[in-house]
Nanobody, 116 residues
Framework: QVQLVESGGGLVQAGGSLRLSCAVS????????MGWFRHEDREFVAVINW?????NYADSVKGRFTISRDKAKSTVYLEMNRLKPEDTAVYYC????????????WGQGTQITVSS
């Protein structure tokens, strides 16, 4: 069982930056893919292969957001720069086994509000 706990949300002005963290526990992550999603409909934001470190991004955040992971800390990060009001959302961290299509584990979410 994988547990995910997000932190780092808050209020920021447009053009500002925030970094989200997702602390992971309960399982080895070597065969997992970690993703960030937002809104209640779980809009895709970014994904990282835990073992290889390869990444992918939604077009709406490409060039502004960076996903990374710290293996020693079992933590996934989402560095968000040049934030826009339309980035306002609840952001969720999620995990799936590399061989699975669906994300089986989700964090509780953290609110990001970008003021104009």
């Amino acid at each position: 069982q994988v547990q995910l706990v997000e932190s780092g949300g808050g209020l920021v002005q447009a053009g500002g930056s925030l970094r989200l963290s997702c602390a992971v526990s309960g399982s080895s992550l070597e065969h997992y893919v970690m993703g960030w999603f937002r809104h209640e409909d779980r809009e895709f934001v970014a994904v990282i292969n835990w073992s290889q470190g390869t990444t992918n991004y939604a077009d709406s955040v490409k060039g502004r957001f960076t996903i990374s992971r710290d293996k020693a800390k079992s933590t996934v990060y989402l560095e968000m720069n040049r934030l826009k009001p339309e980035d306002t959302a609840v952001y969720y961290c999620a995990a799936r086994n590399f061989g699975s299509r669906d994300y089986d584990y989700w964090g509780q979410g953290t609110q990001i509000t970008v003021s104009s």
